[in-house]
């Protein structure tokens, strides 16, 4: 619940389990942690509330924020038009955009048309602007839409499918972790459908709104924010 402008309040913060590095779940702990976590709680420090973060599935994060279960979203959720109409973003944290991965052996070429997946199957995340980008693409293969980007690049190493289109820099992520020895990022396929991270909140909070952004402008200012982007090996 927001409370009275200048007190100390804590504030429910919905995360996804499975955006790592940005929002995961720590098997060890049993809590969310991330970049966009430890961003969130240091916004708090400085704007007077406490980060309670919640564990959140992506397609419930807005839903959540609008009917007031959550106050804020902290994740890998880049600011889009679409999404400004129903919610308030910060200014932005982090630039953000696709990738296509792929099986090592595969020797395709693709390119930003996605034509060379003509005759195969394309996965992609449900409630993703990247799923839209899709849909409008034409002579494209077919599309299979999966709840999280860890069950698309399953599939990819799998075989079940043979390209994965979602979050960069999540699937960088975990191909740096070892977590899928067969796959790889594609190397010719450019991004184009880039827009930066930010957090966001109900449009009726314009107080709340100014004390992230100025806590964010303190943060980039001083390097704390570089500093947490380097800590999850994101510079």
Known sequence: ???????????????????????????????????????????GEKAGFTA????????????????????????AMSITDARKK??????????YGEGLVMRKDDPTQYTQSLKETAGKTIGVQQGT????????????????????????????QLGRIAVGFADQ??????IGQG????????????????????????KDHPELLARINKALAEMKQSGELDALIAKWNLD
């Not at 309670?52 to 839903?63: A, C, F, H, Q, Y």
């Not at 899709?134 to 698309?152: F, H, Q, R």
Request: hydrophobic share 45%; net charge negative; glycine share 8%.
């Open 1 to 43: 619940m927001i409370g009275l402008p200048g007190l100390a309040e804590t504030l429910k913060v919905g995360s996804t389990p499975t955006g790592v590095p940005f929002t995961f779940l720590d098997v060890k702990s049993g809590q969310v942690t991330g970049m966009m976590v430890d961003v969130v709680k240091a916004v």
């Open 179 to 202: 977590k899928f020895p067969d796959l790889q990022m594609s190397k010719s396929y450019k991004q184009q459908f880039v827009a930066p991270l930010g957090l966001a909140i109900n």
């Open 129 to 156: 602007r990247y799923l839209d980008d899709l849909k409008a693409m034409s002579g494209i293969g077919t599309i299979k839409v999966y709840e999280n980007i860890a069950d698309i690049m399953r599939d990819v």
């Open 52 to 75: 309670e973060v919640k564990s959140t599935d992506w397609v419930s994060l807005i839903p959540a924020l609008t009917s007031g279960r959550i106050d804020i979203i902290s994740a």
């Open 86 to 95: 129903v919610v308030d973003f910060s200014d932005p944290i982090f630039p």
């Open 169 to 174: 820099p999540i699937m960088a992520y975990q």
